[in-house]
């Protein structure tokens, strides 16, 4: 079983940073991708940023620029550095990660998610 945990959320100025960190944990072969989405309220989960085990990158253009992601493959986490934070980031952030717990079996596993609140 494989488990995601995020922290990191929280109520942030507009203008502001924020990092957010997802740990995976449990009993698995590998993980592929990791990455982040986002829910605001009344809106449909949406991307955010991607990264492969290679760190390839990927992000939505309306966080481009302005975040960053990153994944330390030895202790199996991913980050997500935001910068220059608008109202319309609100959103519960997701971690995402495409685990394969056996050498065939491959899961998409979801952590709990945490909310960031951009509001002065």
């Known amino acids: 079983q494989v488990q995601l945990v995020e922290s990191g959320g929280g109520l942030v100025q507009p203008g502001g940073s924020l990092r957010l960190s997802c740990a995976a944990s449990g009993s698995f072969f590998s993980i592929d991708r990791m990455g982040w989405y986002r829910q605001a309220p009344g809106k449909e989960r949406e991307l955010v940023a991607t990264?492969?085990?290679?760190?390839?990158?990927n992000y939505a253009d309306s966080v481009k620029g302005r975040s960053t992601i990153s994944r330390d493959n030895a202790k199996n986490t991913v980050d997500l550095q935001m910068n220059s934070l608008k109202p319309e980031d609100t959103a519960v952030y997701y971690c995402?990660?495409?685990?394969?717990?056996?050498?065939?079996?491959?899961?998409?596993?979801w952590g709990q998610g945490t909310l960031v609140t951009v509001s002065s």
């Open positions: 995402n990660a495409g685990v394969f717990s056996t050498r065939s079996r491959y899961l998409e596993v």
């Open positions: 990264i492969t085990s290679g760190s390839s990158t």
